[in-house]
């Protein structure tokens, strides 16, 4: 397919923070392709921002996808409050074969399996991909860019980013890939008080970052600043060994968190109370179980808001995430599941998670500031993207234009990098190129 060549060349990974390389979804044999714009972590404005100041290229981009895939229709997913700021109905036609579907204002909604639930009705078989259920989902960003190859052969060096938190004023902006954050920081006059630390991501399932060293990433979707004594930095620095300890010893069986889990209720068969109940020993006691845990999306509704005993199970199911990748093992269903009646009045309204997790207090509609480029240097890493690091083709010292590919796709699923800004390069060996401006640069 001409288009997925052209979305691998130029470098699109998924922009929902995911990192898989786009053009490894797009495929023959669906029916429906959701734009997810569904924004479900609270703070976050930068698809909100995108759909407001560039409709038209998200809809040439999900044009582009719809007739190299030969899909019927594509649905442009948003929640209701963005629906309401973008002044558009639920069912307005925005195009031929291209309409707006509005989700409800819960968490999570941009999850995947999720959010084809609720655009249409189907429930992704546990374990099995989108395709299998006739759809596949594109962030808006990620359409953004399709378009942007499609017209202009643009390839993926800038990223939408919104920069949120405790901070006077939210914004979004657009800049360099590898752009420092202390950089960015600074040009923004954004500081970081004692007490407080840098998120990369959503307040609910984004990374604590070092801001002196973090740069923006293709999966770069959010910076928050926000204080460490809330409970969505709190569960960040969660102790793995300590999450398994407190399971053991201090879970009730109350099951509460496999009553709230958004992919229990979705039929899946995930029990995160039966995880915590033998913690460690799980693995040995009920191995078939254990592999239901790379079912989970990582929400935390588990750990924030239905435990009362503080525990973790999202840290307990995250170890054993961890030790089945390893293995390359995951759970693979071969039959349907059925919904809970239940779900509909279980979900969590949006509104209500920013409370529990203690970062309501901070949302603030971001503003647009324009594109961001003067930055003197960027750091362009080789690992990306889900799959295998990009391979560096350019020469330590050598001096390259903005666009220029300087490092190939390896064999297998892999991205290639473009320079962001002009300069020169340093090499750090199978990890990151440095591009440095030279004064001749304009
Ligand atoms: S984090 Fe917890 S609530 Fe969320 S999907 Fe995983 S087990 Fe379910
Ligand atoms: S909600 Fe907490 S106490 Fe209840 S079963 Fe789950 S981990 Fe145990």
Aim: proline residues 5%; neutral net charge.
């Amino acid at each position: 397919m001409e288009l997925k060549e052209l979305m691998k060349e130029s470098g699109i990974v998924g922009a929902g923070g995911a990192g898989f390389p786009a053009y490894g979804k797009l495929a023959d044999g669906a029916d429906t392709l959701l734009v997810n714009g569904a924004e479900c972590e609270p703070l976050l404005y930068t698809d909100l921002i995108l759909l407001q100041k560039e409709m038209p290229m998200v809809i040439a981009g999900i044009k582009a996808v719809l007739d190299a895939a030969n899909i019927s229709r594509a649905l442009l997913c948003v929640k209701d409050h963005t629906a309401k700021r973008l002044k558009l109905a639920d069912g307005t036609r925005l195009a031929d074969k291209i309409v707006l579907k509005v989700l409800p204002d819960v968490y999570p909604m941009g999850d995947e399996i999720s959010l084809i639930y609720e655009a249409t009705g189907r429930v992704v078989r546990p374990g099995n991909l989108p395709i299998t259920a006739g759809v596949i989902v594109y962030n808006v960003e990620t359409l953004y860019n399709i378009a942007a190859a499609v017209k202009f052969s643009t390839k993926v060096t800038m990223k939408w980013v919104t920069i949120a938190g405790d901070i006077p004023e939210a914004i979004v902006t657009r800049v360099p890939i590898g752009t420092p954050v202390a950089a960015l920081f600074e040009k923004n006059s954004i500081t970081i008080p004692e007490g407080y630390v840098v998120v990369d991501g959503g307040p609910s399932m984004g990374k604590v970052i070092d801001p002196e060293r973090a740069v923006v990433m293709k999966t770069t979707k959010a910076l928050l600043v926000l204080p460490k004594n809330i409970p969505a930095v709190e569960s960040m620095f969660l102790d793995g060994d300590k999450s398994f300890a407190r399971a053991e010893t201090a879970c009730c069986q109350c099951t509460r968190c496999t009553d709230m889990c958004p992919r229990a209720l979705l039929g899946y068969p995930l029990e995160p109370h039966k995880m915590v109940r033998t913690a460690k020993g799980a693995v040995t006691v009920m191995p078939e179980m254990v592999i239901s845990a790379t079912l989970c999306c990582g929400c935390g509704i588990c750990e924030t808001l239905a435990c009362c005993q503080g525990i973790s199970p999202r840290a307990v199911i995250s170890q054993y995430k961890g030790l089945l990748a390893k293995n390359k093992m995951r759970y693979v269903a071969k039959a349907d599941v059925e919904v809970a009646p239940e779900r509909e009045w279980r979900m969590v309204p949006s509104e209500r998670w920013a409370n529990v997790i203690g970062v309501a207090k901070f949302d603030k509609v971001a503003k647009f500031v324009g594109e961001q480029t003067d930055f003197d240097s960027v750091e362009i890493y080789l690992r990306q993207h889900i799959g295998a690091p990009s391979v560096t083709i350019v020469a330590d010292g050598e001096e390259v234009q903005r666009g220029q590919k300087i490092a190939e796709s390896a064999e297998g699923l892999s991205l290639p990098q473009y320079a962001s800004i002009a300069g020169r390069v340093t090499i750090e060996d199978g990890v990151k190129i440095r591009i440095d401006k030279v004064n001749n640069n304009v």
